[in-house]
Protein backbone atom coordinates (compact mmCIF):
# COMPACT_ATOMS: atom_id res chain seq x y z
CA UNK A 1 0.00 0.00 0.00
CA UNK A 2 1.14 3.30 -1.09
CA UNK A 3 1.87 5.85 1.88
CA UNK A 4 -0.41 8.63 2.00
CA UNK A 5 0.75 12.09 0.78
CA UNK A 6 1.68 14.71 2.75
CA UNK A 7 -0.24 18.19 2.79
CA UNK A 8 1.24 21.40 2.70
CA UNK A 9 -0.20 24.64 2.46
CA UNK A 10 -1.61 25.59 -0.82
CA UNK A 11 -1.26 28.77 -2.89
CA UNK A 12 -3.84 30.36 -4.23
CA UNK A 13 -3.90 31.04 -8.04
CA UNK A 14 -6.55 33.25 -9.02
CA UNK A 15 -6.47 32.01 -13.14
CA UNK A 16 -8.17 35.00 -14.45
CA UNK A 17 -10.82 32.97 -15.98
CA UNK A 18 -8.09 30.46 -17.62
CA UNK A 19 -7.74 26.79 -16.66
CA UNK A 20 -5.77 25.70 -14.37
CA UNK A 21 -3.41 22.80 -14.67
CA UNK A 22 -5.09 19.86 -14.09
CA UNK A 23 -4.57 16.42 -12.58
CA UNK A 24 -1.80 14.72 -14.46
CA UNK A 25 -3.08 11.22 -13.52
CA UNK A 26 -4.00 7.98 -14.37
CA UNK A 27 -7.95 7.89 -12.59
CA UNK A 28 -11.00 5.30 -11.99
CA UNK A 29 -13.63 7.50 -11.34
CA UNK A 30 -16.80 6.17 -9.70
CA UNK A 31 -19.77 8.40 -10.50
CA UNK A 32 -21.49 6.95 -7.45
CA UNK A 33 -24.33 10.39 -7.16
CA UNK A 34 -26.28 8.32 -4.98
CA UNK A 35 -23.27 8.34 -2.28
CA UNK A 36 -23.49 12.40 -1.83
CA UNK A 37 -25.41 11.81 1.34
CA UNK A 38 -22.81 9.67 3.05
CA UNK A 39 -25.41 7.09 4.27
CA UNK A 40 -28.65 9.02 4.89
CA UNK A 41 -30.59 6.41 2.81
CA UNK A 42 -33.90 8.20 3.07
CA UNK A 43 -32.35 11.60 2.05
CA UNK A 44 -30.92 9.79 -1.02
CA UNK A 45 -34.58 8.38 -1.37
CA UNK A 46 -35.72 12.15 -1.56
CA UNK A 47 -33.29 13.05 -3.92
CA UNK A 48 -34.28 10.35 -6.85
CA UNK A 49 -37.93 10.97 -6.16
CA UNK A 50 -37.85 14.69 -6.97
CA UNK A 51 -34.85 14.82 -9.64
CA UNK A 52 -36.10 11.79 -11.79
CA UNK A 53 -33.65 9.58 -14.29
CA UNK A 54 -30.68 9.66 -11.74
CA UNK A 55 -29.23 6.82 -13.14
CA UNK A 56 -28.26 8.85 -16.24
CA UNK A 57 -26.77 11.54 -14.80
CA UNK A 58 -22.91 10.07 -14.46
CA UNK A 59 -22.84 10.28 -18.29
CA UNK A 60 -22.47 13.76 -18.09
CA UNK A 61 -18.51 12.72 -16.71
CA UNK A 62 -17.98 11.16 -19.91
CA UNK A 63 -16.59 14.67 -21.92
CA UNK A 64 -14.89 15.97 -19.24
CA UNK A 65 -12.88 13.33 -17.37
CA UNK A 66 -10.09 13.33 -19.39
CA UNK A 67 -9.83 16.85 -19.01
CA UNK A 68 -9.55 16.33 -15.36
CA UNK A 69 -7.61 13.94 -15.26
CA UNK A 70 -4.62 13.69 -17.99
CA UNK A 71 -3.28 10.40 -17.29
CA UNK A 72 -3.95 7.49 -20.09
CA UNK A 73 -6.70 4.80 -19.80
CA UNK A 74 -8.97 6.36 -17.57
CA UNK A 75 -12.00 4.34 -16.09
CA UNK A 76 -15.17 6.14 -15.34
CA UNK A 77 -17.62 3.19 -13.36
CA UNK A 78 -21.65 4.36 -13.83
CA UNK A 79 -24.91 3.03 -13.13
CA UNK A 80 -25.98 3.19 -16.84
CA UNK A 81 -24.55 2.64 -20.34
CA UNK A 82 -23.79 5.65 -21.86
CA UNK A 83 -25.64 6.97 -25.38
CA UNK A 84 -23.37 5.54 -28.55
CA UNK A 85 -24.88 8.67 -30.85
CA UNK A 86 -23.90 11.32 -27.44
CA UNK A 87 -20.66 9.81 -27.66
CA UNK A 88 -19.80 9.40 -31.29
CA UNK A 89 -20.59 13.24 -31.18
CA UNK A 90 -18.39 14.02 -28.32
CA UNK A 91 -15.56 11.80 -30.04
CA UNK A 92 -15.70 12.46 -33.52
CA UNK A 93 -16.87 15.64 -34.12
CA UNK A 94 -15.69 17.30 -30.78
CA UNK A 95 -12.29 15.98 -31.20
CA UNK A 96 -12.77 14.71 -26.88
CA UNK A 97 -10.69 12.17 -25.87
CA UNK A 98 -13.44 9.55 -23.69
CA UNK A 99 -12.51 7.40 -21.01
CA UNK A 100 -13.05 3.81 -20.96
CA UNK A 101 -16.36 3.48 -19.16
CA UNK A 102 -17.76 0.38 -17.46
CA UNK A 103 -21.25 0.15 -15.90
CA UNK A 104 -21.99 -0.93 -11.83
CA UNK A 105 -25.31 0.01 -10.55
CA UNK A 106 -25.62 1.54 -7.28
CA UNK A 107 -26.72 -1.25 -5.28
CA UNK A 108 -24.22 -3.43 -5.97
CA UNK A 109 -21.34 -0.43 -5.25
CA UNK A 110 -23.14 -0.88 -1.90
CA UNK A 111 -22.71 -4.18 -1.86
CA UNK A 112 -19.25 -4.88 -2.92
CA UNK A 113 -19.04 -2.23 -0.45
CA UNK A 114 -20.40 -4.01 2.57
CA UNK A 115 -18.77 -7.37 2.06
CA UNK A 116 -15.22 -5.53 1.66
CA UNK A 117 -15.92 -4.60 5.31
CA UNK A 118 -16.90 -7.46 6.29
CA UNK A 119 -14.16 -9.39 5.48
CA UNK A 120 -10.83 -8.55 4.72
CA UNK A 121 -10.36 -11.85 3.44
CA UNK A 122 -12.87 -11.13 0.67
CA UNK A 123 -11.80 -10.13 -2.54
CA UNK A 124 -12.83 -7.60 -4.83
CA UNK A 125 -12.52 -9.95 -8.07
CA UNK A 126 -14.94 -12.32 -6.52
CA UNK A 127 -17.72 -10.01 -6.02
CA UNK A 128 -18.10 -8.85 -9.67
CA UNK A 129 -19.05 -10.20 -12.58
CA UNK A 130 -16.18 -11.99 -14.39
CA UNK A 131 -14.96 -9.71 -16.78
CA UNK A 132 -15.45 -6.48 -15.66
CA UNK A 133 -12.91 -4.41 -15.81
CA UNK A 134 -12.74 -3.61 -12.26
CA UNK A 135 -11.41 -6.86 -11.70
CA UNK A 136 -8.63 -6.90 -14.31
CA UNK A 137 -7.14 -3.24 -12.93
CA UNK A 138 -3.70 -4.34 -12.65
CA UNK A 139 -2.84 -4.21 -8.37
CA UNK A 140 0.71 -3.22 -8.74
CA UNK A 141 0.28 0.05 -11.56
CA UNK A 142 0.91 2.61 -8.89
CA UNK A 143 0.19 5.39 -10.92
CA UNK A 144 -3.91 4.58 -10.46
CA UNK A 145 -6.17 6.92 -7.92
CA UNK A 146 -9.48 6.05 -7.14
CA UNK A 147 -12.16 8.98 -7.00
CA UNK A 148 -15.65 9.88 -7.20
CA UNK A 149 -18.31 12.77 -6.53
CA UNK A 150 -16.90 11.85 -3.08
CA UNK A 151 -15.21 9.74 -1.23
CA UNK A 152 -17.43 7.61 1.02
CA UNK A 153 -16.88 4.54 3.03
CA UNK A 154 -16.75 2.31 -0.40
CA UNK A 155 -14.36 3.94 -2.01
CA UNK A 156 -11.49 3.77 0.37
CA UNK A 157 -12.49 -0.33 0.57
CA UNK A 158 -12.04 -0.61 -3.08
CA UNK A 159 -8.96 1.48 -3.09
CA UNK A 160 -7.46 -1.08 -0.80
CA UNK A 161 -8.09 -3.94 -2.82
CA UNK A 162 -6.83 -2.38 -5.92
CA UNK A 163 -3.38 -1.25 -3.80
CA UNK A 164 -4.42 2.66 -4.74
CA UNK A 165 -5.05 6.05 -2.98
CA UNK A 166 -8.24 7.98 -2.84
CA UNK A 167 -7.80 11.61 -3.66
CA UNK A 168 -9.59 12.69 -0.69
CA UNK A 169 -10.02 10.91 2.48
CA UNK A 170 -13.76 10.16 3.49
CA UNK A 171 -13.77 12.28 6.31
CA UNK A 172 -11.93 15.08 4.49
CA UNK A 173 -14.60 14.59 1.60
CA UNK A 174 -17.32 14.73 4.21
CA UNK A 175 -16.40 17.73 5.78
CA UNK A 176 -16.00 19.73 2.96
CA UNK A 177 -19.41 19.34 2.44
CA UNK A 178 -20.88 19.95 6.17
CA UNK A 179 -22.34 23.46 6.41
CA UNK A 180 -22.81 23.57 9.50
CA UNK A 181 -18.72 22.78 9.87
CA UNK A 182 -18.40 25.49 7.46
CA UNK A 183 -20.22 27.93 9.24
CA UNK A 184 -18.00 27.27 12.83
CA UNK A 185 -15.64 28.39 10.15
CA UNK A 186 -16.76 31.25 8.65
CA UNK A 187 -17.15 32.55 12.19
CA UNK A 188 -13.82 31.84 13.41
CA UNK A 189 -12.04 33.72 10.52
CA UNK A 190 -14.31 36.75 11.36
CA UNK A 191 -15.98 36.63 7.48
CA UNK A 192 -19.64 37.47 7.56
CA UNK A 193 -22.31 35.31 7.64
CA UNK A 194 -26.25 35.23 7.41
CA UNK A 195 -27.85 35.49 10.53
CA UNK A 196 -27.66 31.37 11.97
CA UNK A 197 -29.28 29.69 14.40
CA UNK A 198 -28.31 25.77 14.96
CA UNK A 199 -30.62 23.23 15.90
CA UNK A 200 -29.84 19.54 16.89
CA UNK A 201 -33.28 18.75 16.70
CA UNK A 202 -37.01 19.12 15.28
CA UNK A 203 -37.39 20.75 18.63
CA UNK A 204 -35.11 23.12 19.26
CA UNK A 205 -36.07 24.90 15.46
CA UNK A 206 -39.05 27.03 17.59
CA UNK A 207 -36.66 28.89 19.46
CA UNK A 208 -33.97 29.50 16.20
CA UNK A 209 -36.96 30.97 14.72
CA UNK A 210 -38.10 32.96 17.87
CA UNK A 211 -34.45 34.73 17.91
CA UNK A 212 -34.16 35.46 13.89
CA UNK A 213 -38.18 36.94 14.12
CA UNK A 214 -36.33 39.17 17.13
CA UNK A 215 -33.66 40.00 14.84
CA UNK A 216 -36.26 41.36 11.84
CA UNK A 217 -36.40 38.25 9.72
CA UNK A 218 -40.10 36.97 8.06
CA UNK A 219 -38.79 33.96 6.73
CA UNK A 220 -36.71 31.03 7.70
CA UNK A 221 -34.37 28.20 5.87
CA UNK A 222 -33.45 25.00 7.19
CA UNK A 223 -30.39 23.32 6.13
CA UNK A 224 -29.37 20.07 6.69
CA UNK A 225 -25.75 19.45 7.14
CA UNK A 226 -25.12 18.08 3.73
CA UNK A 227 -27.63 18.36 1.08
CA UNK A 228 -27.78 18.01 -2.77
CA UNK A 229 -30.01 19.91 -5.31
CA UNK A 230 -32.12 21.37 -2.76
CA UNK A 231 -32.75 18.08 -1.59
CA UNK A 232 -31.64 18.99 2.74
CA UNK A 233 -33.20 22.19 2.21
CA UNK A 234 -36.84 23.76 3.70
CA UNK A 235 -37.83 27.10 3.34
CA UNK A 236 -40.15 28.64 6.51
CA UNK A 237 -42.83 30.80 5.02
CA UNK A 238 -44.30 31.40 8.29
CA UNK A 239 -42.16 30.99 11.14
CA UNK A 240 -44.65 31.56 14.01
CA UNK A 241 -46.85 28.62 12.83
CA UNK A 242 -45.63 25.70 14.97
CA UNK A 243 -46.89 23.09 12.26
CA UNK A 244 -44.23 24.34 9.83
CA UNK A 245 -41.59 23.68 12.12
CA UNK A 246 -42.47 20.04 12.76
CA UNK A 247 -42.56 19.82 8.51
CA UNK A 248 -38.67 19.27 8.89
CA UNK A 249 -37.89 15.88 8.19
CA UNK A 250 -35.88 13.19 10.41
CA UNK A 251 -33.34 12.51 7.65
CA UNK A 252 -32.31 16.72 7.78
CA UNK A 253 -30.21 15.60 11.27
CA UNK A 254 -28.50 12.42 9.91
CA UNK A 255 -25.41 14.69 10.13
CA UNK A 256 -26.11 16.08 13.65
CA UNK A 257 -27.32 19.71 14.13
CA UNK A 258 -28.89 21.70 11.28
CA UNK A 259 -28.45 25.44 10.32
CA UNK A 260 -31.80 27.84 10.87
CA UNK A 261 -31.05 30.93 8.92
CA UNK A 262 -32.65 34.26 8.04
CA UNK A 263 -34.03 34.52 4.63
CA UNK A 264 -32.85 37.72 3.09
CA UNK A 265 -35.52 38.89 0.11
CA UNK A 266 -35.78 42.18 -1.71
CA UNK A 267 -38.04 44.82 0.55
CA UNK A 268 -36.52 43.44 4.14
CA UNK A 269 -34.00 44.98 6.16
CA UNK A 270 -33.29 47.37 2.82
CA UNK A 271 -32.54 45.04 0.26
CA UNK A 272 -32.55 45.68 -2.77
CA UNK A 273 -31.79 42.35 -4.86
CA UNK A 274 -29.71 39.64 -3.80
CA UNK A 275 -27.80 37.66 -6.27
CA UNK A 276 -26.04 34.50 -6.47
CA UNK A 277 -22.74 33.49 -7.79
CA UNK A 278 -20.48 30.67 -7.49
CA UNK A 279 -16.61 30.38 -7.54
CA UNK A 280 -15.33 27.45 -9.34
CA UNK A 281 -12.00 26.03 -7.59
CA UNK A 282 -9.47 23.42 -8.47
CA UNK A 283 -7.20 21.75 -5.38
CA UNK A 284 -4.14 20.12 -5.86
CA UNK A 285 -1.52 19.10 -3.70
CA UNK A 286 0.11 22.64 -3.54
CA UNK A 287 -2.18 25.13 -4.72
CA UNK A 288 -6.21 26.43 -4.65
CA UNK A 289 -7.19 27.52 -8.12
CA UNK A 290 -10.10 30.09 -8.66
CA UNK A 291 -11.27 29.24 -12.44
CA UNK A 292 -14.93 30.60 -13.29
CA UNK A 293 -16.83 32.79 -11.44
CA UNK A 294 -20.49 32.35 -12.82
CA UNK A 295 -24.27 33.29 -11.61
CA UNK A 296 -27.05 30.33 -10.50
CA UNK A 297 -29.70 30.47 -11.82
CA UNK A 298 -32.43 29.76 -9.33
CA UNK A 299 -36.01 28.38 -9.43
CA UNK A 300 -38.47 29.88 -7.56
CA UNK A 301 -38.05 27.55 -5.26
CA UNK A 302 -34.23 28.40 -5.28
CA UNK A 303 -33.06 25.41 -6.30
CA UNK A 304 -30.21 24.82 -8.95
CA UNK A 305 -30.97 24.68 -12.60
CA UNK A 306 -28.12 26.03 -14.27
CA UNK A 307 -25.70 28.51 -14.40
CA UNK A 308 -23.93 31.41 -16.49
CA UNK A 309 -20.05 32.58 -17.02
CA UNK A 310 -19.43 35.37 -16.70
CA UNK A 311 -22.20 36.48 -14.44
CA UNK A 312 -24.27 39.38 -16.35
CA UNK A 313 -23.95 41.78 -13.91
CA UNK A 314 -20.46 41.67 -13.28
CA UNK A 315 -18.32 44.45 -15.10
CA UNK A 316 -20.57 46.95 -13.36
CA UNK A 317 -19.35 45.39 -10.28
CA UNK A 318 -15.98 45.03 -10.12
CA UNK A 319 -15.44 44.89 -6.22
CA UNK A 320 -17.30 42.13 -6.19
CA UNK A 321 -14.64 40.03 -7.59
CA UNK A 322 -12.55 41.13 -5.51
CA UNK A 323 -14.38 40.37 -2.49
CA UNK A 324 -15.19 37.09 -3.75
CA UNK A 325 -11.45 36.40 -4.38
CA UNK A 326 -10.21 37.44 -0.68
CA UNK A 327 -12.86 34.97 0.96
CA UNK A 328 -11.98 32.52 -1.30
CA UNK A 329 -8.56 31.95 -0.77
CA UNK A 330 -9.69 31.32 3.17
CA UNK A 331 -12.16 28.67 2.28
CA UNK A 332 -10.39 27.12 0.15
CA UNK A 333 -7.56 27.36 2.17
CA UNK A 334 -9.71 25.83 4.62
CA UNK A 335 -10.64 22.93 2.55
CA UNK A 336 -7.26 22.15 1.51
CA UNK A 337 -6.22 21.71 5.52
CA UNK A 338 -9.08 19.05 6.27
CA UNK A 339 -7.44 17.59 3.17
CA UNK A 340 -10.14 18.01 0.30
CA UNK A 341 -8.62 17.83 -3.20
CA UNK A 342 -10.18 18.25 -6.58
CA UNK A 343 -12.89 20.27 -7.75
CA UNK A 344 -15.32 22.18 -5.84
CA UNK A 345 -17.33 25.61 -5.64
CA UNK A 346 -18.02 28.17 -3.44
CA UNK A 347 -21.72 29.28 -3.98
CA UNK A 348 -22.23 33.12 -2.65
CA UNK A 349 -25.10 35.18 -1.92
CA UNK A 350 -24.66 38.95 -2.65
CA UNK A 351 -26.95 41.48 -0.69
CA UNK A 352 -27.25 45.14 -2.04
CA UNK A 353 -28.79 47.60 -0.18
CA UNK A 354 -30.35 51.19 0.13
CA UNK A 355 -27.61 53.20 1.35
CA UNK A 356 -24.57 51.01 0.79
CA UNK A 357 -22.20 51.92 -1.91
CA UNK A 358 -20.38 48.08 -2.03
CA UNK A 359 -22.87 45.00 -1.78
CA UNK A 360 -22.31 42.35 1.33
CA UNK A 361 -20.90 39.04 -0.07
CA UNK A 362 -21.59 35.71 2.18
CA UNK A 363 -20.93 32.33 1.86
CA UNK A 364 -24.01 30.60 1.16
CA UNK A 365 -22.26 26.85 1.16
CA UNK A 366 -19.43 25.09 -0.40
CA UNK A 367 -20.02 21.98 -2.59
CA UNK A 368 -16.53 19.92 -2.24
CA UNK A 369 -17.36 17.63 -5.23
CA UNK A 370 -17.58 17.75 -9.32
CA UNK A 371 -20.26 20.48 -9.33
CA UNK A 372 -23.21 21.38 -12.08
CA UNK A 373 -20.99 24.20 -12.71
CA UNK A 374 -17.76 21.94 -13.11
CA UNK A 375 -18.94 20.17 -16.53
CA UNK A 376 -19.35 23.18 -18.52
CA UNK A 377 -16.59 25.44 -16.89
CA UNK A 378 -14.26 23.22 -18.14
CA UNK A 379 -16.15 21.93 -21.40
CA UNK A 380 -16.58 25.89 -22.70
CA UNK A 381 -12.93 27.01 -21.34
CA UNK A 382 -11.39 24.19 -23.49
CA UNK A 383 -13.05 24.81 -26.69
CA UNK A 384 -13.62 28.74 -25.99
CA UNK A 385 -10.87 29.87 -23.32
CA UNK A 386 -11.95 33.95 -23.90
CA UNK A 387 -16.06 33.06 -24.48
CA UNK A 388 -19.35 32.57 -22.74
CA UNK A 389 -21.77 30.44 -22.02
CA UNK A 390 -24.82 29.20 -20.08
CA UNK A 391 -25.37 25.86 -18.90
CA UNK A 392 -29.61 25.15 -18.85
CA UNK A 393 -31.16 21.61 -17.52
CA UNK A 394 -33.89 21.48 -20.37
CA UNK A 395 -36.96 18.99 -19.76
CA UNK A 396 -38.41 17.91 -23.34
CA UNK A 397 -41.89 18.96 -23.65
CA UNK A 398 -42.14 15.48 -26.07
CA UNK A 399 -39.25 12.81 -25.26
CA UNK A 400 -36.78 11.48 -28.66
CA UNK A 401 -34.09 9.04 -29.30
CA UNK A 402 -30.56 11.09 -28.81
CA UNK A 403 -29.39 10.29 -32.11
CA UNK A 404 -32.65 12.71 -33.78
CA UNK A 405 -32.60 15.22 -31.39
CA UNK A 406 -28.05 15.16 -32.16
CA UNK A 407 -29.29 15.51 -36.10
CA UNK A 408 -31.94 18.22 -35.30
CA UNK A 409 -29.61 20.65 -34.05
CA UNK A 410 -27.34 19.67 -36.63
CA UNK A 411 -30.01 20.40 -39.50
CA UNK A 412 -30.61 23.83 -38.22
CA UNK A 413 -26.62 24.85 -37.54
CA UNK A 414 -26.94 24.92 -34.17
CA UNK A 415 -24.92 21.98 -32.61
CA UNK A 416 -21.92 23.19 -31.44
CA UNK A 417 -18.96 22.39 -33.54
CA UNK A 418 -14.84 22.86 -33.36
CA UNK A 419 -14.95 25.39 -36.41
CA UNK A 420 -17.10 27.42 -34.94
CA UNK A 421 -16.89 27.84 -31.63
CA UNK A 422 -20.34 28.43 -30.69
CA UNK A 423 -23.24 26.93 -30.28
CA UNK A 424 -25.04 23.80 -28.62
CA UNK A 425 -23.42 21.29 -27.13
CA UNK A 426 -25.15 18.71 -25.63
CA UNK A 427 -23.34 17.54 -22.44
CA UNK A 428 -25.91 14.72 -21.17
CA UNK A 429 -29.22 13.29 -21.98
CA UNK A 430 -31.39 11.58 -19.41
CA UNK A 431 -33.18 9.08 -20.06
CA UNK A 432 -36.98 7.51 -19.37
CA UNK A 433 -37.52 3.87 -18.96
CA UNK A 434 -38.98 3.95 -22.46
CA UNK A 435 -35.17 4.52 -23.71
CA UNK A 436 -35.92 8.08 -24.99
CA UNK A 437 -34.31 11.22 -24.07
CA UNK A 438 -36.87 13.00 -21.77
CA UNK A 439 -34.03 15.46 -20.00
CA UNK A 440 -30.83 16.83 -20.95
CA UNK A 441 -27.81 19.25 -19.85
CA UNK A 442 -27.51 21.69 -22.39
CA UNK A 443 -23.97 24.18 -22.65
CA UNK A 444 -24.80 27.16 -24.48
CA UNK A 445 -21.19 28.75 -26.06
CA UNK A 446 -20.28 31.79 -27.45
CA UNK A 447 -18.13 35.14 -27.80
CA UNK A 448 -20.48 36.77 -25.36
CA UNK A 449 -23.44 36.05 -23.13
CA UNK A 450 -25.74 37.78 -25.72
CA UNK A 451 -24.79 34.78 -28.06
CA UNK A 452 -25.45 32.32 -25.38
CA UNK A 453 -28.60 33.78 -24.45
CA UNK A 454 -29.58 34.08 -28.49
CA UNK A 455 -28.56 29.68 -28.99
CA UNK A 456 -30.85 29.25 -25.54
CA UNK A 457 -33.56 30.72 -27.75
CA UNK A 458 -32.83 28.32 -30.62
CA UNK A 459 -32.98 25.67 -28.43
CA UNK A 460 -36.90 26.47 -27.26
CA UNK A 461 -37.36 26.38 -30.75
CA UNK A 462 -35.65 23.34 -32.18
CA UNK A 463 -36.36 20.82 -29.36
CA UNK A 464 -39.54 18.80 -30.26
CA UNK A 465 -42.90 20.87 -28.56
CA UNK A 466 -40.14 23.29 -26.85
CA UNK A 467 -38.76 22.95 -23.34
CA UNK A 468 -38.86 23.93 -19.32
CA UNK A 469 -36.26 24.20 -16.98
CA UNK A 470 -35.63 21.58 -14.74
CA UNK A 471 -33.50 21.07 -11.91
CA UNK A 472 -29.69 19.83 -11.82
Not at 216 to 229: K, N
Not at 260 to 269: A, I, N, S
Not at 360 to 387: D, I, M
Not at 437 to 458: P, T, Y
Request: charged content about 20%.
Amino acid sequence: MKKSVTRQSPSFIDTNGQLPPLWPRRIIFFANLLALFFGNEEQTRVLCKEVGEIDSYSGRLIPILNLLFTGKDNLLVVERAPDPALCRYLQDQLGLSLPRICVLPHREYVRIGNRLAESSSTSLADLLPQGHPLAEVDHADDAIWLDGYVTDDVLPQIARQLGCLTSSSTQASQAGNNKVLLHQFLQQQGLPTVATELASNRSEIATCTERLRAKGFQRAVVRAAIGASGVGMLKLPDMGNPDTRMEVPDYFFHQGSCLVQGWLEPTLMNVVSIRSPSTQLFLDEQHVYAFDLTEQILSEHNVHEGNESPPPYLADLPELRVETMRQAELVGGWLHQIGYRGTASIDWLVVERTGRTLPEVYVCEVNARVTGATYPSLLAKHFHPSGAWILRNLRLSRPVTASSLLQLLESKNHLFQLHRRSGILPLNFNFGTDGLVHKGQFICIGDRSEQCQHFLAQAEQDLPGGWKSDRD
